[in-house]
């Protein structure tokens, strides 16, 4: 069993990959009805992956036999101005789940939860896997500016993730 102030902190933190969830088919969709199939398809397979990662830590809370706690879902930004800002705001939201997963860290670590601690570095070292791809994403956008066949390739490029 996970002490309360960890069971607590985990439970904020599937709320926010939810969340984050949300976040990223509200994107998804902006960048659909722009007809950038590729943005929008690489916003969906996010959102999907952080819906996962909340899953990950539900497993987790329920495997320690502690208690999951879901909480209302507050409703995503839906209303973006162009793409560089849209991934200038997954980065910053990126940053901020990073700051999150490191205050579950610094719990653990505090607590001697090893197990927690242990669990969080796979948290951890994907949060600078995800800040990595969307600075490059964004590096890629600012080098392009408003070159219509450079987005074009990009648009298309990021339709072949598939995970």
Not at 29 to 58: D, M, N, P, Y
Not at 61 to 84: A, H, M, W, Y
Not at 136 to 163: P, Q, T
């Amino acid at each position: 069993m996970i002490s309360n102030t960890i069971n607590e902190i985990l439970n904020e933190q599937i709320n926010k990959e939810f969340y984050s969830g949300y976040l990223y088919l509200s994107m998804s969709a902006h960048l659909k009805e722009l007809g950038l199939c590729g943005f929008a398809s690489w916003t969906r397979l996010q959102a999907k992956e952080e819906v996962e990662h909340g899953l990950k830590i539900f497993d987790y809370i329920i495997n320690r036999d502690s208690f999951v706690t879901l909480k209302q879902i507050r409703t995503p930004e839906f209303e973006f101005q162009g793409i560089t800002s849209i991934f200038n705001r997954i980065l910053e939201h990126e940053q901020c789940i990073t700051r999150a997963v490191m205050e579950i860290a610094q719990k653990a670590e505090e607590e001697s939860d090893r197990t927690t601690l242990n669990f969080i570095e796979w948290f951890i070292a994907e949060q600078n896997e995800e800040e990595e791809a969307v600075k490059n994403i964004i590096k890629r956008l600012e080098l392009f500016g408003d070159d219509k066949v450079a987005l074009y390739l990009m648009d298309k490029e990021l339709s072949k993730r598939i995970d």
